[in-house]
């Protein structure tokens, strides 16, 4: 499916979707945090439509791989489940209230948009989720590794990355040994 | 927000840049190209140089790679990931149970804020409340620990600017905060106390005087680091406007905690955010003027002071009662009801092998550590272990204000910078 379909296909999801939404995506409540359900192509717009708002900090960004999950009941019916999930946290100063934002970020070649221009903070946090998911931002200033050396394979946070299979590297001793 | 709020957070236009940024946005092949070549700068000044990872300043194993000209630093980057272990991975394939052992080794000098970032996570998703005992438990101890910790970062910034002796002082302080919670956890550090549905132990016997006796001790020790440090002309004239950042640059970058407050912007999860009983306590958010090194470190100081305030009313308050949830779906039975009852092994033993089972669902929770907001997200799918679990470091985020604290500055100035930003590399690599 292009890129296009999946989007024509969510819109058409969301325009017969009748349950509470906030900032024009489907919202939900999980243990009394507001959680917003959307898109990456969404993601820029709501994002400085919630900075205008008050919300001054982007406090947390992560991501969960979802591939051997039994399959997410919190989501609302017009979301389509994707593989991986960019999981934003964002904060209000001024009224004290916190938002989270689940990214549906794809299942094949996951890419959201970055939010370098609007959060500068985000950038280690991305690059982070790229190094332990593999998960691009679009846009990003420096989109490289953080944690693991550069010549690293593979993103180990990822559910089909097993523990304890890869033995340890030092890219120096190569050929040395 | 109104216009005198935005003239007072000033402009954050500076952490923005993509070009001209003095975050050095160079990987290793690139910066081993230039550090090779002579023709790489038209200046002769100019050269990238190495600093770390096992550097005396560098609090760990921090990297920085550092454009210089002459001695003024111009890019910075940090480089890290030397300590990495994968510890949220690991926390995958541990239970709930164990989930504290492998957090509270993240931030070594706080272990407990990991610790109770986690419980409170996996509290929120078991929907379980807590007994009051715990609660205030769980307060004294946190706020011990952040005495302990501010104990460190004095001791590690006197050394780091040449007050050798404020080393040795700032360790023996530390120290007999460390002797009280060996005596409550029976570890020094990475105590695992703090767990889902409580605390590991009831306080020991005796533990008011013990206490009693820090919040003796303590107060006139920290008179004689001020007439160390804070009154010091030389001291003084090394951290004031080193490093400064405005409040509006420290929200762009997310910045959280001692680093944040310098700006003069309050903001304090204990008091505006309230969580365990926090809102049942008094106590004032310190914050700085400036926002250089010297408010950095002015802030840490007198965060002892209203912690050892807050101490002194938990020993006034302490509740009886639990000191952990009875409730048989996460807490083992008492150890003499073992030998008795068959249900009850049966029920310890579930226990400890399979661990205890936790809702689907996904929280967030955060705390105000010592370093700022020690976030922890966990994502559960009705297993005995957590999906996933993710612990936001602040040191992890407050890094990033490194290159944008140094630029322009001396690189005797840098080293400043790196201990007022007070990182745990232990936290940051994770």
């Known amino acids: 499916m292009t890129e296009e379909e999946t989007v024509e296909e969510t819109e058409d999801l969301i325009q017969e979707y009748s349950g509470p939404t906030s900032y024009g995506v489907p919202v939900t409540e999980s243990h009394g945090q507001t959680v917003l359900h959307l898109m990456p192509h969404e993601l820029l717009e709501t994002v400085t439509l919630l900075k205008e708002e008050g919300f001054c900090m982007a406090i947390d960004v992560t991501a969960v791989d979802y591939l051997t999950h039994p399959g997410r009941k919190d989501l609302p019916d017009c979301i389509k489940p994707e593989r991986f999930e960019v999981v934003i946290s964002l904060i209000n100063h001024s009224q004290g209230t916190r938002i989270r934002l689940r990214v549906q970020a794809g299942t094949d070649d996951p890419t959201v948009p970055s939010l370098f221009d609007l959060f500068p903070g985000t950038e280690a946090m991305e690059r982070e989720v790229w190094d332990l998911f593999g998960v691009k931002f679009d846009g990003h200033p420096d989109h490289s590794r953080i944690l693991l050396p550069d010549s690293w394979e593979g993103h180990p946070l990822r559910k089909d990355h097993d523990v304890g299979q890869i033995p340890v590297q030092f890219s120096s001793e190569v050929g040395r040994l | ?430």
């Open chain 2, 1 to 430: 927000m109104t216009d005198s709020k935005e003239l007072l957070l000033g402009e954050p236009e500076r952490v923005f840049r993509r070009d001209e940024s003095p975050v050095l946005r160079l990987n290793e092949e690139e910066a081993n190209a230039l550090v090779g070549d002579p023709e790489a700068f038209d200046d002769d000044h100019r050269m990238i140089l190495n600093m770390g990872p096992s550097h005396p300043s560098t609090h760990g194993v921090l990297r920085l790679m550092l454009e210089m000209e002459g001695e003024t630093i111009l890019r910075s980057k940090p480089v890290i990931g030397y300590l990495h272990t994968g510890m949220e991975k690991t926390a995958e394939g541990l239970s709930y149970l164990q989930g504290a052992t492998n957090v509270t080794r993240m931030d070594y000098a706080a272990p407990l804020f990991s610790e109770l970032a986690f419980s409170l996570a996996t509290e929120k998703l078991l929907g379980l409340e807590i007994p009051p005992r715990a609660t205030w438990i769980r307060m004294l101890m946190c706020e011990l620990n952040r005495v302990s910790s501010h104990l460190l970062f004095q001791a590690t910034n006197g050394m780091d600017l040449g007050a050798v002796s404020m080393m040795i002082y700032g360790w023996r302080e530390r120290e007999e905060v460390l002797r009280f919670f060996e005596k409550v956890t029976g570890l020094r550090m990475n105590h695992n106390y703090i767990r889902p549905g409580g605390v590991a132990a009831d306080l020991p016997e005796g533990w008011e005087e013990d206490v009693k006796n820090l919040l003796e001790i303590i107060p006139p020790r920290l008179e004689e680091y001020d007439v160390l440090q804070t009154g010091q002309p030389i001291f003084r004239e090394r951290l004031q406007g080193v490093g400064v950042l405005n409040p509006a640059e420290a929200l762009a970058l997310s910045a959280t905690g001692p680093i944040l407050r310098s700006t003069g912007y309050a903001w304090d999860l204990r008091r505006h955010a309230p969580y365990l009983a926090y809102d049942q306590v008094d106590f004032d958010v310190v914050v700085g003027t400036y926002g250089d090194c010297f408010d950095r470190f002015a802030i840490r100081l007198n965060e002892i002071r209203e912690s050892l305030k807050i101490i002194e009313q938990i020993l006034d308050r302490m509740p009886d009662g639990d000191y952990r949830i009875q409730n048989k779906k996460v807490t083992p039975p008492p150890r003499a009801r073992i030998d008795e009852s068959m249900e009850a092994l049966i029920h310890h033993f579930k226990i400890f092998t399979e661990g205890f089972h936790v809702p689907e669902g996904e929280a967030y929770v955060a705390v105000e550590s010592p370093r700022g907001e020690l976030g922890c997200y966990i994502v559960s799918d009705g297993g005995p272990n957590p999906y996933r679990m993710h612990i936001r470091g602040p040191s992890f985020v407050n890094l990033q204000t490194l290159p944008h604290l140094m630029e322009g500055g001396l690189i005797a100035d840098g080293v400043a910078v790196i201990s007022s930003v007070d990182p745990i590399m232990g936290e940051v690599d994770r």
